[in-house]
C-alpha cells in the first residue's frame, strides 16, 4: 500500500473490520490478548488477515507488525495479495482435486492421512480406512463404452460424497477405486459406515438404469502400522470381499 494515509482512512479499526475466512487470521474477542498480539503469536505465513474495502469487496492482506525500540507503539504494515491468495487458492484445489469425479484426489488424501496419523499418535484417537472399488466394472466399458463408464464414476462418486460426513476425508484412489478415511471411528463403527454406503449404492437408480455394485474392505489404523501397511490391511479385505462373491464388506483380521 502506497498511500498508508488513505488506507488508514478506509481501515481505521482493523480489527473490527476483519471478516472471517477459512484461510485467514480472525481475533479471537474472548482472548486477553489485543489482535496484534494474537498476530505476532503466528507463523509469518499465518499473518494473513481478510478484510472489506469501502466497496464491500473482499480483500487478502499479509500483515507484518513490527515493535519501535523503546517505544510502547507498533507498526502495521498491510500488503495487498487477494490476487495472490486467490491464485494460490485456485492451484491447490486443481492440484487435490480428481478431474473426473470432481471429489479429492489421491495426493491430497495421502498428504490428511499423514496428519491423521500423527494425530492418532499425539492423542491416541482412533483412525479407520474403507477402500471400495466397483464390481465388474470393465464390464461397463466393454460393453456400454468409456463414456458411460466415466459417468458411473462421477456419479457414484457425488453419491458417496452426499453421505460423507464433514470430518471424513472421501477421495478417489485410481480407476474405480475409492478410499475413505475415518478419523475418530474404530473397526466396527466404520464397518456400519461402509454396510450402509454398500446398500446404498446397490438401491441407487444410476443413469441409463445400470445396477452398480461395490465391495469394500475396512481397517483400523493401530500405533506399529505405517500408511502402507494400513493401507494394505484395507486392500487385503477388499480383496477377500471380491474373492467372496462381491458386494459385501470384509474387515481387516490384523
Known amino acids: 500500500i502506497n498511500d498508508t494515509v488513505e488506507f488508514g482512512k478506509k481501515y481505521k479499526h482493523f480489527s473490527e473490520v476483519f471478516v472471517e475466512h477459512s484461510d485467514c487470521f480472525y ?3 474472548t482472548d486477553a490478548k489485543s489482535w496484534i498480539e494474537q498476530l505476532e503469536c503466528l507463523e509469518n505465513a499465518r499473518k494473513i488477515v481478510s478484510m472489506l474495502d469501502e466497496n464491500g469487496g473482499n480483500k487478502i492482506f499479509l500483515v507484518s507488525p513490527r515493535h519501535i525500540e523503546t517505544s510502547l507503539h ?145 481397517a483400523q489404523f493401530h500405533t506399529l502400522d505405517t500408511e502402507k501397511s494400513v493401507m494394505k490391511k484395507a486392500d487385503d479385505a477388499l480383496y477377500r470381499a471380491k474373492k467372496a462373491g462381491r458386494n459385501q464388506v470384509q474387515i481387516s483380521i490384523k
Not at 495421502?110 to 479407520?128: G, Q, V, Y
Not at 453419491?159 to 466396527?188: C, H, S, Y
Open 27 to 29: 481475533p479471537n474477542k
Open 74 to 218: 507498533t507498526i502495521v504494515s498491510f500488503v495487498e495479495i487477494t490476487t495472490l491468495a486467490t491464485q494460490k487458492k485456485d492451484f491447490e484445489t486443481k492440484a487435490y482435486r480428481d478431474l473426473l469425479t470432481q471429489i479429492c484426489n489421491r495426493a491430497y488424501y495421502e498428504e490428511e492421512l499423514n496428519k491423521e496419523i500423527a494425530r492418532h499418535h499425539r492423542d491416541k484417537t482412533p483412525l479407520s480406512l474403507i477402500i471400495l472399488d466397483i464390481d465388474n466394472f470393465k464390464h461397463f466399458n466393454d460393453t456400454y463404452g468409456h463414456q458411460v463408464g466415466d459417468d458411473v464414476l462421477f456419479e457414484l462418486a457425488q453419491v458417496i460424497q452426499k453421505r460423507t460426513r464433514k470430518t471424513d476425508i472421501f477421495a478417489r484412489w485410481g480407476g474405480e477405486e475409492f478410499v475413505t478415511m475415518l478419523p475418530n471411528t474404530t473397526l466396527e463403527a466404520a464397518h456400519d459406515v461402509a454396510e450402509k454406503l454398500r446398500l446404498t449404492i446397490e438401491s441407487h437408480p444410476f443413469k441409463n438404469d445400470l445396477k452398480i455394485t461395490c465391495s469394500f474392505g475396512v
